[in-house]
């Protein structure tokens, strides 16, 4: 008993000693899940680090990439567009600077000469008359004496250093003496004093090159030219001021230099020179910028905002303004703030906003009166006349002309009494005073032309034929017009930039509507005399003239003979615009602060503009577009000889607003009709096309009721000519939106039948355009493959072949953010899945060493820019696609955005990126939504994808006019390739076809499901 006794003991020992292990077993696991515990809150906090440095570095790149682009502003900011503008302010009478009020504010001399410069006159509200209202007051440079040498600039502000300089020999003593006297009578301002001046100014002239003063010589250069330009002498003024240029670069004055500068470019606006005037600002604005010049850079800044004024980029003139302005309050100008008031004014009573806009020009008013400045008060008062006038208060309006009136003429301002002047036949001509009107045109007419204002002398003449027609004298008006277009066409030449040049051409559209009109008018009296031929060949002269060079100089190779550096500038800048594609959408898929996106996208703005501007250089310097002949809109024979044949019938619309015009041309023949005015037509459109794209949601008897509607206003005029015949669509305004096979034919009271029962439909921007086209492809080898297809992208983490995948890149990608990106562009970005169904169909019908395929992740923007698409002559793309209709180069094709690693990639096929294509394929097919559709630009049309591939090098472009159903195309594609692949058919042939198959099927009956894709193009 006893040793079981010790037994147990012992037992109950062990059991208390393995309790203890267990217990300091227990502990050590709980020290263990504690240490684990800590180690998992030290990776949490270094994974929080690591995601900080992450985002810092991705701060710190977007603040390099902000950096490059600050550093190349000047640049990218010079993609303006063109469009009309009102009354321009007048800069400030600069001669208090020389000892009146405000003598210490520190201005550029050259203010007037931008704000001075003839512009394109603004459509009165009215609708199709123009004010010209830009008032130009000259002023010379001040001059600082230092150490008795004369330099181009302001009072003295931050300069790092100035250059050393020797005081003038005792030689050039009377030359700087007969240039005091010279400046004297300047400042006189009259005409007498003014021819005086320049006198005194010759004299000193070679006194100063004989004793070589190269400063004096340039300043007196500088000021004759100034004077000159005071007298309305544009030319001699440029010539002096060239002259001045080399002489104060040869002494480093780099603040003469962008004075300099910047007169040069406004005397090139002021003759109609925009492109060569914004060349110049944008080089006097970083030198303002680099020798720490403040009121030089506002004036700068202000000079190109009103230049974008006069070319009709409103929102672009408001942004430089708006950063004047605070430039012109720091230095303390009160003229140059009252100046840049009244711009800020004139663009919100452009924008319909007159209330805002007469507290601007108020406050200006106040300022210009404050300094005395007589010349700014007359602009003013003009201005506020204008905006008074516009609301229907004529009588006001006239009784502040009547106060700006002599002013101007007290200031010897020719140009602003013209302005003035034209400003006051307006208002009569309004009131029915119609010969006191001609009488006051006449008066600004010739100020106009004594002023070298080529741009305001086309705007009197049109105004002045606007009231002859008016007036009943219609051969009167023919005659003033044809001189206002002729100066028209002159401008529009003088433009380097292609998207300038669309955008003043949509400026002077009401000049063509006016010319069309009235040679309809004069046809209807003499209907033998050949007026609507005239009449159709004004309607091509008028409309996608731009178009029409971009495909004469697709076909002339332009970027053979110029120089290296610019060819790599424009992959450079290409190469940034990808960069920032991509780096904002990784912006948008982190959730980061809206104002970086902001500020992402304003430099995407820079590079764009500055794209087109380098694009404008290559024009410019290429020695083949210089040698291209600028291609002209085809006359009625020529569209008879070089676009229609028997068979085809071409209906040319032409919308105004009191009036439509409609020719209807045969291979043998013209009829021409008149139509409702613009907003009839376009209130029976938007019917139709609403009816359209509601697809089931709308009763067919809404369709039909609103397709008759339309049909019966546009098409049944020329019933008589519909029968068998192809119908060559060239559509204007809304009707660019419309697909006119889903239209009955005219006069059909049964049920809805589509006219493309008995005929083709081809949509064309204009006959001359075609042309173009069969010129450049008449002669091209087929490419020597049959088809590639593109189609059924990858968009997001939510598609099932990313599954799985673990994305490589720091940035996660949820499916969630891509949707905020979708609607950042407008779409949405779920999966197509019947566009591989389409693909694989379509790819079906042609051999498999005939054709190339890119599905899913493949189906990248890598793809769709390889050069082996330029070996097929069919190219297919089955996804998204986008119209953006303010900025057309925006507008695009959605690819896959994750690469095969699940990382976010740019899938963005833009317009530039179509335009940098070389794609000598047949037929290009967009199989997505919305591709037909752009930026409606007067006188260009839809501005979008069609005309990239035309360029591109495709004279037919399949396309859509809504977003579309997926199902519904895959099953119309494949019957349109089909028809093509297999039965051998022409695009358009098998186009009708496959939708008229698609009509009689109760499944897809509804248009909505098959008529919005239309042909742009060749239809041969």
């Known amino acids: 008993m006893h040793r079981l006794t010790i037994a147990m003991h012992r037992l109950t020992i062990a059991m208390h000693r393995l309790t203890i292990a267990m217990h300091r077993l227990t502990i050590a696991m709980h020290r263990l899940t504690i240490a684990m515990h800590r180690l998992t809150i030290a990776m949490h906090r270094l994974t929080i680090a690591m995601h900080r440095l992450t985002i810092a570095m991705h701060r710190l790149t977007i603040a390099m990439h902000r950096l490059t682009i600050a550093m190349r502003h000047a640049q990218f900011r010079m993609g303006l567009t063109f469009q009309q503008r009102r009354d321009m302010l007048s800069p400030v009478q600069w001669n208090w600077l020389n000892g009146g009020a405000g003598t210490g504010m520190a201005v550029l001399a050259s203010l007037q000469l931008v704000l001075t410069s003839a512009g394109t006159p603004p459509a009165l509200a009215q609708g199709e008359r123009k004010h010209s209202t830009k008032n130009p007051i000259s002023q010379g440079v001040p001059v600082s ?97 060239t002259q001045a240029l080399p002489l104060i670069r040869a002494v480093g004055d780099r603040r003469g230099e962008a004075v300099t500068l910047n007169n040069i470019g406004f005397v090139y606006s002021a003759l109609g020179e925009k492109q060569k005037a914004l060349d110049y600002y944008s080089q006097a604005l970083p030198l303002r910028r680099a020798v720490g010049d403040t009121g030089g850079e ?159 002398e086309a705007a009197a003449l049109y105004n002045i034929a606007f009231l002859e027609r008016d007036r009943g004298n219609l051969t009167e008006a023919l005659s003033q017009i044809e001189a206002s277009l002729k100066i028209i066409e002159d401008l529009r030449t003088k433009i380097a930039s292609s998207q300038l040049r669309t955008s003043y051409f949509a400026t002077v559209q009401d000049y063509y509507q006016l010319y069309t009109d009235l ?45 290296p550096e610019l060819l790599q500038e424009e992959s450079t800048v290409v190469q940034q615009l990808d960069a920032t594609e991509k780096q904002r959408a990784l912006l948008l898929a982190s959730n980061i602060d809206p104002t970086w996106i902001a500020e992402l996208d304003r430099q995407r703005e820079f ?60 291979k043998t023949g013209i009829t021409s009709y008149e139509l409702p005015p613009r907003a009839d037509i376009e209130k ?104 590639a297809v593109i189609a059924d992208p990858v968009f997001g983490t939510d598609d099932e072949r990313v599954r799985g995948i673990v994305p490589s890149g720091s940035v996660p990608v949820e499916a969630q953010q891509l949707q905020r990106a979708a609607a950042d562009a407008g779409v949405a970005w779920n999966r197509l899945p019947f566009t591989r169904t389409e693909a694989q169909q379509i790819l079906s019908l042609v051999p498999e060493a005939q054709r ?5 992740f493949a189906a990248s923007r890598s793809a769709a820019t390889s050069s082996e698409l330029s070996q097929y002559r069919i190219v297919h793309f089955a996804t998204h696609g986008f119209a953006n209709s303010q900025q057309p180069e925006l507008s695009g094709i959605v690819l896959s955005l994750l690469d095969e690693k699940g990382d976010l990639q740019n899938g963005f096929l833009r317009l530039n990126d179509i335009f940098n294509l070389n794609l000598p394929a047949d037929l290009v097919v967009l199989s997505a939504c919305q591709t037909g559709l752009g930026k409606q630009i007067k006188g260009e049309g839809l501005v979008g994808l069609t005309r990239g591939f035309m360029y591109a090098g495709t004279p037919r472009v399949v396309v859509s006019l809504w977003k579309v159903d997926d199902r519904a195309t895959a099953e119309l594609m494949g019957r349109f390739y089909q028809k093509m692949l297999k039965e051998g058919k022409p695009a358009a042939t098998a186009l009708r076809e496959a939708q008229l198959e698609m009509w009689q099927e109760t499944q897809w009956k509804l248009p909505y499901y098959w008529a919005a894709f239309v042909l742009q193009g060749e239809w041969r």
């Open 519 to 563: 040679l309809m008018r004069l046809h209807k009296q003499q209907p033998n005399s050949g007026y609507d031929a005239k009449a159709l060949h004004a309607s091509e002269r008028a409309r996608a003239r731009t178009l029409l060079e971009l495909l004469a100089e697709a076909g002339a190779d332009i970027r053979a003979g110029v120089s």
């Open 298 to 456: 506002a004036t700068t800044l202000h000079n190109i905002g009103l230049v974008c004024d006069d070319l009709g980029e409103k929102q672009k003139a408001l942004d430089y303004y708006s950063q004047a302005l605070p430039l012109f309050r720091a230095v303390g100008d009160t003229g140059g703030e009252a100046t840049t008031l009244t711009s800020t004014g004139l663009v919100y009573s452009d924008l319909g906003e007159k209330q805002k806009a007469l507290d601007y020009i108020s406050q200006a008013l106040s300022l210009f009166r404050a300094v005395g400045d007589t010349g700014g008060e007359a602009t003013t008062l003009n201005s506020t006349g204008n905006i008074y006038s516009s609301l229907g208060e004529k009588q006001k309006a006239l009784d502040y002309y009547s106060q700006a009136l002599p002013l101007r003429r007290a200031a010897g301002d020719r140009r602003g009494e013209a302005l003035t002047l034209n400003s006051i036949a307006l208002a009569y001509s309004d009131l029915g005073e119609k010969q006191k009107a001609l009488d006051y045109y006449s008066q600004a007419l010739s100020l106009f032309r004594a002023a070298s204002d080529r741009s305001s």
């Open 852 to 856: 190339f395929q890119a599905f899913g």
């Open 607 to 666: 590079l764009l503009s500055y794209y087109e501007d380098v694009r404008g250089k290559i024009r410019t310097t290429s020695p083949r577009y210089a040698a291209l002949t600028q291609p002209q809109p085809l006359t009625l024979p020529e569209i008879q000889q070089q676009v229609l044949d028997e068979g085809t019938l071409l209906l040319e619309y032409s919308l105004g607003e009191k009036r439509s015009y409609l020719w209807a041309v045969t």
């Open 684 to 787: 029976a459109a938007k019917a139709f096309r609403d009816a359209l794209t509601l697809g089931e949601r709308a009763s067919p008897a809404r369709l039909t009721a609103a397709a008759k509607a339309l049909s019966d206003i546009i098409l049944a005029p020329a019933l008589q000519q519909l029968a068998g015949k192809r119908l060559l669509v060239v559509s204007d305004g809304i009707l660019q939106y419309i697909p006119f096979a889903a239209l009955p034919a005219p006069g059909n009271n049964s049920d809805y039948i589509p006219i493309i029962q008995e005929r083709e439909i081809v949509n064309l921007p204009s006959a001359s355009a075609l042309a173009i086209l069969r010129r450049d492809t008449e002669k091209r080898q087929p490419a020597p493959k049959t088809l």
């Open 145 to 241: 004496l230092r150490d008795g040498v004369p330099v181009l600039d302001f009072p003295p502000v931050k300069v790092a250093q100035e250059p050393e300089t020797d005081s003038p020999p005792d030689a050039s003593a009377g030359a700087r003496k007969l240039f005091q006297e010279g400046e004297q009578l300047r400042n006189q301002g009259t005409a007498e004093s003014l021819k005086a001046a320049v006198e005194k100014y010759l004299q000193a002239l070679p006194l100063f090159r004989a004793a070589g003063e190269k400063r004096w010589e340039a300043l007196t250069l500088h000021n004759i030219g100034l004077v000159c330009d005071d007298l309305g002498e544009k030319q001699k003024a440029l010539d002096y001021i």
